[in-house]
């Protein structure tokens, strides 16, 4: 526990938890008409798919194991953050 909290919590903080279950710090366009209701759909989707904001294990669909693959898979593929962010 001591090691995720020193080394991967960290990561997690400054690359994910913006969108995954943290007070997102909201870009400037977020007034611009139309781009609330985008952003605002998509935090509501990120929480929904993998919320970070209690820690290890998340708060998911799948099992620990396979969140840290799908994180891993998502890393290697370049997929987040969305380009939108």
């Known amino acids: ?16 938890l913006q969108c995954h279950g943290g007070t997102p710090e909201l870009p400037w366009y977020y007034r611009l008409p139309g781009a609330k209701q985008i952003i605002d759909r998509d935090l509501e989707e990120s929480k929904h798919h ?5 820690g290890y294990p998340f708060v998911s669909h ?15 593929n370049g997929s987040m953050p969305p380009l939108l962010y």
Do not use: G, M
Not at 1 to 16: D, G, H, L, M, W
Not at 50 to 54: F, M, P, W
């Open 1 to 16: 526990a001591k090691s995720y909290q020193a080394r991967v919590e960290p990561i997690f903080r400054t690359k994910c």
């Open 50 to 54: 993998l919320d970070l904001s209690r």
């Open 62 to 76: 799948a099992s620990p194991i396979d969140d840290l693959r799908a994180i891993l898979e998502t890393i290697e």
